[in-house]
């Protein structure tokens, strides 16, 4: 059974980083794009990256591309999203998403296949 799982989330300062991890069972890394979205209170969800089973990646946000990487370890079966220089705005909770990858990451708006349960980011002082 195909399953998602992400951890890393929690509280930080303003200007501060966190990485997040998606770690993936029921499946391998090689046949799958994984993407990072995040939902904020009273808003909707909002892709952040994508990466594909051969490691190129897919920014979903043009005002985060600068701030986050992500990145796959396909040993670990698990896809990180490093955040760094976090401001209060992009707190929310982060979700990973699994597809089966044809060409690449699917493009903004593509409905994924299986969703984690999200891990929570609050940026505060």
């Known amino acids: 059974q195909l399953q998602l799982v992400e951890s890393g989330g929690g509280l930080v300062q303003p200007g501060g980083s966190l990485r997040l991890s998606c770690a993936a069972s029921?499946?391998?890394?090689?046949?799958?794009?994984i993407g990072w979205f995040r939902q904020a209170p009273g808003k909707e969800r909002e892709g952040v990256l994508c990466i594909s089973s051969s490691g190129s990646t897919t920014i979903y946000a043009e005002s985060m591309k600068d701030r986050f990487t992500i990145s796959a370890d396909n040993a670990k079966n698990t896809v990180d999203l490093q955040m760094n220089t976090l401001k209060p705005e992009d707190t929310a909770v982060y979700y990973c998403?699994?597809?089966?990858?044809?060409?690449?990451?699917?493009?903004?708006?593509?409905?994924?296949?299986?969703w984690g349960q999200g891990t929570q980011v609050t940026v505060s002082s």
């Open positions: 029921g499946f391998t890394l090689n046949y799958y794009a």
């Open positions: 998403g699994a597809t089966p990858e044809e060409l690449g990451c699917p493009p903004l708006g593509y409905d994924y296949d299986s």
